[in-house]
């Protein structure tokens, strides 16, 4: 086991992964730009390395400055979180040739599945269902073709990266040179690399994906499905395990497959498969994730498995020590993404309590949220029996979540959350006017 971890990240996943590297005994290295030098994740860290300026590009995505604060800190291993460096192949190659572990898949591998359209040529080989698409895309009259044989309405999207960003819904030949040079402008932006390819749209359709672990002598197992399908703009607020759109002999067999595909790709690590789910309820496989995903506290407090914990343990060799059997999936999780509205200065924080209510924050009395990073503040996750009283739960923690200073979406939420279409599970990826 490592003694001390680098967390490559900053905001509450940092906080995070430091409090579940507290719990193991193992010291942490925090880094923080110039905006963050009085966050919260700096503070709890045992150690803490300024990497640069506000903007990301100047810290959070310096690799070479990431990588000599843990070797200066005598760190073993880089826990990268999501988002910036978590899915970037070249830093896990980079920390591997300076002899730090990546907690994360390995390069290569990384490199492998990272290609969402080479992703779903070995995932159909794998047996599981994939909507029906092309390969990377080389020009717009490229595009026009494949576009035509699919049939609009088709969708353009970045084969690397996550997050929302390189995706663009095309209904008519008319929209799609645009579409695809604003698609892969975005894409090389966000995640440096502008290629693109096209899918069918399946309209109308959930969004629900699986959370897998799989350890490198072989254990693999699936901890359940998550709904993701209340979305704006391809951004996601409420998640929620199980979804109430798949019944139980459904979720065994799509579970199976998951876990089948995984060992089949040789997986190693915490990773999401993510589909859409049809209205005739049909699975169709759309991409993976090869790193935590933000979402992943809901699915903790179902299975009251610590996915931090043990993405730390595979990281070194630690086989995992349950079977699928042996993991508790009953009762029902949901999970608000708290945001900020705009900028602003945090006078009054007061967190709601109570059994199975959990925050995952950053926030504390005086904390600045800046307009360089992500406007996540913290996730809201309540866990109970049954659906019915987690709603209750929710509704109940979400009217005492108190975030005084900052402009935040908290009334928005309460609002879905008391939305007839919500509460009864019969909602889908058009709720927040999704097209």
Same mark, same amino acid.
């Given at each position: 086991?490592?003694?001390?971890?680098?967390?490559?990240?900053?905001?509450?996943?940092?906080?995070?992964?430091?409090?579940?590297?507290?719990?193991?005994?193992?010291?942490?290295?925090?880094?923080?730009?110039?905006?963050?030098?009085?966050?919260?994740?700096?503070?709890?860290?045992?150690?803490?390395?300024?990497?640069?300026?506000?903007?990301?590009?100047?810290?959070?995505?310096?690799?070479?400055?990431?990588?000599?604060?843990?070797?200066?800190?005598?760190?073993?291993?880089?826990?990268?979180?999501?988002?910036?460096?978590?899915?970037?192949?070249?830093?896990?190659?980079?920390?591997?040739?300076?002899?730090?572990?990546?907690?994360?898949?390995?390069?290569?591998?990384?490199?492998?599945?990272?290609?969402?359209?080479?992703?779903?040529?070995?995932?159909?080989?794998?047996?599981?269902?994939?909507?029906?698409?092309?390969?990377?895309?080389?020009?717009?009259? /490229?595009? $026009? !073709?494949?576009?035509? +044989? &699919?049939?609009?309405?088709?969708?353009? #999207?970045?084969?690397?990266? %996550?997050? *929302?960003?390189?995706?663009?819904?095309?209904?008519?030949?008319?929209?799609?040179?645009?579409?695809?040079?604003?698609?892969?402008?975005?894409?090389?932006?966000?995640?440096?690399?502008?290629?693109?390819?096209?899918?069918?749209?399946?309209?109308?359709?959930?969004?629900?994906?699986?959370?897998?672990?799989?350890?490198?002598?072989?254990?693999?197992?699936?901890?359940?499905?998550?709904?993701?399908?209340?979305?704006?703009?391809?951004?996601?607020?409420?998640?929620?395990?199980?979804?109430?759109?798949?019944?139980? /002999?459904? $979720? !065994?067999?799509?579970? +199976? &497959?998951?876990?089948?595909?995984?060992? #089949?790709?040789?997986?190693? %690590?915490? *990773?999401?498969?993510?589909?859409?789910?049809?209205?005739?309820?049909?699975?169709?496989?759309?991409?993976?994730?090869?790193?935590?995903?933000?979402?992943?506290?809901?699915?903790?407090?179902?299975?009251?498995?610590?996915?931090?914990?043990?993405?730390?343990?595979?990281?070194?060799?630690?086989?995992?020590?349950?079977?699928?059997?042996?993991?508790?999936?009953?009762?029902?999780?949901?999970?608000?993404?708290?945001?900020?509205?705009?900028?602003?200065?945090?006078?009054?924080?007061?967190?709601?309590?109570?059994?199975?209510? $959990?925050?995952?924050?950053?926030?504390?009395?005086?904390?600045?949220?800046?307009?360089?990073?992500?406007?996540?503040? *913290?996730?809201?996750?309540?866990?109970?029996?049954?659906?019915?009283?987690?709603?209750?739960?929710?509704?109940?923690?979400?009217?005492?979540?108190?975030?005084?200073?900052?402009?935040?979406?908290?009334?928005?939420?309460?609002?879905?959350?008391?939305?007839?279409?919500?509460?009864?599970?019969?909602?889908?990826?058009?709720?927040?006017?999704?097209?």
């Amino acid at each position: 086991m490592f003694s001390k971890i680098l967390i490559a990240n900053r905001g509450e996943i940092a906080v995070r992964i430091i409090r579940a590297c507290k719990e193991m005994g193992v010291a942490t290295v925090a880094v923080y730009s110039q905006a963050d030098q009085n966050a919260l994740h700096v503070a709890l860290a045992d150690q803490s390395y300024c990497v640069g300026g506000p903007e990301a590009s100047e810290s959070y995505l310096r690799e070479d400055r990431i990588v000599s604060a843990a070797l200066l800190a005598g760190a073993q291993a880089i826990h990268p979180g999501y988002g910036f460096l978590s899915e970037n192949a070249h830093f896990a190659r980079l920390c591997k040739k300076n002899g730090l572990v990546f907690i994360g898949p390995d390069p290569d591998g990384m490199e492998r599945l990272g290609d969402k359209a080479a992703l779903k040529e070995l995932v159909r080989a794998a047996g599981l269902p994939v909507i029906p698409g092309t390969d990377t895309l080389s020009t717009v009259e /490229e595009a $026009r !073709k494949a576009a035509e +044989a &699919l049939g609009y309405p088709v969708m353009l #999207k970045a084969r690397s990266g %996550g997050g *929302g960003r390189g995706i663009r819904l095309v209904r008519a030949p008319e929209e799609l040179e645009d579409a695809y040079l604003q698609a892969a402008g975005e894409a090389a932006s966000a995640f440096g690399d502008g290629g693109v390819y096209l899918e069918k749209y399946i309209f109308p359709a959930r969004h629900v994906e699986l959370q897998i672990l799989a350890d490198e002598h072989g254990g693999a197992v699936c901890l359940g499905d998550r709904d993701c399908s209340l979305q704006r703009r391809n951004q996601k607020l409420i998640e929620e395990t199980p979804s109430p759109a798949v019944g139980p /002999e459904q $979720r !065994k067999r799509i579970m +199976a &497959l998951a876990v089948e595909a995984v060992k #089949k790709l040789g997986y190693v %690590g915490a *990773g999401t498969l993510e589909f859409l789910l049809d209205r005739e309820g049909n699975f169709w496989f759309m991409e993976m994730n090869v790193r935590l995903q933000v979402e992943h506290c809901v699915t903790e407090m179902l299975t009251g498995i610590d996915l931090v914990k043990w993405q730390i343990r595979v990281a070194a060799g630690i086989p995992l020590n349950f079977t699928q059997r042996e993991i508790p999936m009953t009762g029902s999780a949901i999970e608000c993404r708290v945001n900020a509205a705009s900028c602003g200065t945090l006078r009054m924080l007061h967190v709601p309590g109570g059994p199975s209510v $959990r925050f995952d924050t950053c926030l504390v009395q005086g904390t600045a949220v800046s307009p360089y990073y992500d406007s996540l503040l *913290g996730k809201l996750v309540v866990y109970a029996k049954t659906r019915e009283e987690t709603l209750r739960k929710l509704r109940a923690a979400l009217c005492e979540l108190v975030i005084d200073g900052i402009p935040t979406n908290i009334e928005e939420q309460l609002r879905i959350v008391e939305d007839d279409r919500f509460a009864t599970g019969r909602y889908d990826l058009t709720f927040m006017g999704n097209r």
